[in-house]
Each structure stands twice: as C-alpha cells, then as structure tokens.
C-alpha cells in the first residue's frame, strides 16, 4: 500500500498570488494584441492631444500661448487614456469573453472572480504605463510644462484605474455582449464631453456642473489639471471621489458579476 503524500506534484490549486500573476501576464498579452482595443486605448487620445492642441476647435478655458492650452489637455487626456483603457476596452473585452464562454471554463477553475477582477485591473495598469508614457512624451513635443507633486499624480491614475474597471467589470458582468459594446462606447462618447477632458467643467450652468464633478472621469481629471496645470497640493476631495467609486464599483462588480 502506498503512503499518502508519496506522488508529485501533489494535485491541487496553486497559490492565489500565483494565479493572479499568471492571470494578469495572460490579460496583458491579450490586451497589447488586440487592434480594435489599441486603437481607442492608444490612437484616440493621442489624436485629441494632437489636435485640440495646436487648432483652436474648442474653448479650453486655456488662454495665451499654445503652450497653455497643452497644459489643460494634457491632464484631460490622461484621464481619458485611463478611461479607454480600464472601462471601455475591458468591458467589451471581458463582455466578449464572456458571451464566447471565456469565463465560464474559467468558472470551473479555482481563480475566485475578484482574483479574476484583480489580474484584469493589474493588466490595464502594465497598459496605461505604456499609454502614459507615449502620451507624455507627446506632451513635451507640444510644449508641456508640467506642476506638482508626482506621488499625487499617482495616487489619482490608481485610484481612477480602479474605479473605472470595476464599473466596467460590472457592466461586462451583468449586460449581454451586445449590450455591453453600445452602452460602452455611449459613456466614452458622453464622458468625453462632459467629464472635463476637453471642455471646462466651467461651461456647464451650477447644477449640472456641481452633479458632473461628482463623475469619476471629472474628479479624476479635475484632480490631475489642479496638480499638472496648477501645481496645487494632494486633490483630497477628487481623491475621496474616486476612492467612493472604486468601492463601490469593485464590490459590486464582485458581487454581481456573472460567468455566463
């Protein structure tokens, strides 16, 4: 008779953090091969730099040198760059992966959904290092002229990253397929104009400004223009903001997300 224990490797589960790494590694390679995701992810906030930057389309609130106008959109974009990434590109993605059964083998597999939600998360921040990093050096070529404290421009991207993947999540986990590309792309679309990406929370009459700066893309942007443009100290307030979102967003997404 054998003795237990005498076979290896022992059947089993790997350790958590091991899959989620592996997850993760597996979610980014998936994300950087995806045409149709780089596109939005990569291309659309670039050519908004770029544009909005050196023609006079749109009343930025910016005035004096073109250099100005740059120091407003360059926080804007960030935010929009974390916005196609972490909500847009992951919700049809993971919508899609869903609707191809995707996650219902993953279902069967030991990786918990919020270990599952947390590789998709760690994925959109290997990815918006990338976009950042393009999109800032795009900046300096237009004459940006960045302010502020570094660590709070951090604590902004992650806390944004982290709300705007859980709505995500859960909109990816609860809408059909279908459902989830149209309602995706509308809130990009919406949220472009009126999250203070491009257009001055300024232009809106009080009500509707003081209901939009309470948006994840506003605070998010908001925060990074007080900071980049300003030079202003730790944003508490959009911070705060964010932080509400990400909880609420993650747990529910965590809570109501389905396999199929």
Known sequence: MTATGTYLPRPGAAPLLRMIRAQAALETRMLLRNGEQLLL???????VLVLFSSVNIVDTGAT???GNTVDFLTPGVLALAVLSTAFTGQAIATGFERRYGVLKRLAVSPLPRW???TAKTCAVLVTEVLQIALLTAIAFAL???????PLAVVLLLVLGTAAFSGLGLLMAGTLRAEATL???NLVFLLLLVGGGVIVSLDKFPGGARAVLELLPISALSGGLRDVLQD???VPWRDLGILAVWA???LGAAARFFRWE
């Open 247 to 249: 909880v609420l967003g």
């Open 64 to 66: 004096g040198a073109a």
């Open 182 to 184: 149209a309602a995706a």
């Open 115 to 117: 270990a599952l939600m």
């Open 143 to 149: 004459d940006w002229s960045p302010h502020g404290d």
């Open 41 to 47: 992810t990569v291309v659309i906030p670039s050519l």
């Open 231 to 233: 030079g202003s100290g």
